[in-house]
């Protein structure tokens, strides 16, 4: 299993560096990796011959973004053949979290109750800089997407194996 941390976005200099877009946390842990697999595929890597893995030879930040220098592209001209390739890396690289802790990559497709009444399922999550915010789309068609933060007030339990996640979140507006 692969995890997407970014995206090529431009070119940087003429040695061949690239600038890129940080899907991690804080942008800069994805210097953290040494391995990347850059596809186009938005499944993860296909490891067709349009899958390449690249070492990383520098990565930092650079002004409000992020640059990296791979093996193997020594010009801008070979960097920008890279321009919107995905960053993809071994999901087994992932630094091990906490217990209690989770991955977004974890919480994104479980189906969230309210005791014994399912609200529907995590479809995407929004950093709100005070707490993480599930987006979770309802079971009831023509509902609109519950948002419910992710604090420990609220999230009573995350489990993993069953795909699912029990909230104390009041379903009443999911009335007409």
């Known amino acids: ?6 995206k090529i976005v431009g070119v ?5 560096w690239i600038k890129l877009h ?25 490891f067709d011959n349009q899958t390449i893995s690249v070492e ?11 640059v990296a220098q791979l093996e193997a592209v020594q010009d801008r001209d070979k960097a920008a053949e890279l321009m919107g390739q ?7 690289d992932l630094p091990e979290l906490p217990e209690g802790e ?3 990559k974890e919480l994104i497709g479980l189906n969230v109750f309210f005791g014994s009444e399912e609200l529907g399922k995590v ?23 519950i948002l419910i933060p992710y604090t420990k007030e609220v999230v009573s339990s995350v489990n993993l194996e069953q795909g699912s996640m029990l909230v104390d979140w ?3 507006y999911l009335a007409d």
């Open 22 to 46: 940080s899907y991690t946390r804080n942008r800069a842990d994805i210097a953290d990796y040494t391995r990347w697999y850059l596809s186009k595929h938005k499944k993860g890597p296909a």
């Open 1 to 6: 299993m692969y995890v997407e941390l970014g």
């Open 123 to 145: 479809v995407s999550i929004i950093e709100t800089g005070a707490n993480d915010v599930l987006v979770c789309k309802p079971i009831t068609s023509g509902k609109p997407e």
């Open 170 to 172: 009041d379903p009443q």
């Open 86 to 92: 995905r960053i993809w890396v071994k999901q087994s």
């Open 102 to 104: 989770y991955y977004w």
């Open 56 to 66: 990383v030879l520098h990565c930092r930040e650079q002004a409000k973004g992020i």
């Open 12 to 16: 940087w200099g003429v040695k061949g």
